[in-house]
């Protein structure tokens, strides 16, 4: 079988696992009457549905690009809301977020950031703040999308200044 076709099939299966589950958490959330769980579920998809209408197409990669940045915008808008003293609100983004993070895959602790983070300056040969853009990059690809790219930035500033 050609390995492009066997690529292709795989990444169908794995999207059509991520589609699958969202369809049954829908469903499982309006049985449950869990309207939190539901609303979130709910947003998942909708990013899910765009991808497959965008240019780039739904893969595996782009779908925990798209949950992740729908849970960052959770976690920033309930900061906000706390900012403001609004709890009830900032309660709700919370759940929304949690509901999210299941979909994610486990993030990196702090130490196993700088181990990725100290490798990544071990190979690309950095020895200044002014090559940080390499060792984001390199770190980057190692990390991806598993810690949140601001503690990876102040992770990096702090070894390397």
Excluded: C, W
């Excluded at 977020?97 to 702090?110: G, I």
């Excluded at 190979?123 to 390499?134: F, P």
């Amino acid at each position: 079988m050609n390995f492009k076709l066997l690529t292709l099939l795989k990444n169908k299966h794995i999207i059509m696992g991520i589609e699958e589950k969202i369809n049954a958490d829908v469903k499982a959330s309006m049985l449950a009457k869990d309207a939190k769980r539901l609303e979130a579920v709910r947003a998942i998809k909708s990013v899910i549905l765009l991808l497959k209408t965008s240019p780039e197409g739904l893969t595996e990669e782009s779908a925990l690009k798209a949950i992740q940045r729908e849970y960052k915008k959770r976690k920033e808008t309930a900061e906000i809301y706390t900012q403001q003293n609004r709890e009830d609100l900032a309660a709700d983004e919370i759940a929304q977020a949690l509901v999210m993070e299941e979909y994610l895959p486990k993030q990196l602790s702090e130490d196993e950031i700088k181990a990725i983070v100290k490798n990544a300056i071990t190979e690309s040969g950095a020895s200044s703040a002014a090559d940080m853009g390499k060792v984001m990059g390199a770190a980057n690809k190692v990390i991806a999308g598993r810690a949140d790219g601001k503690l990876v930035s102040q992770i990096v500033k702090e070894l390397l200044g």
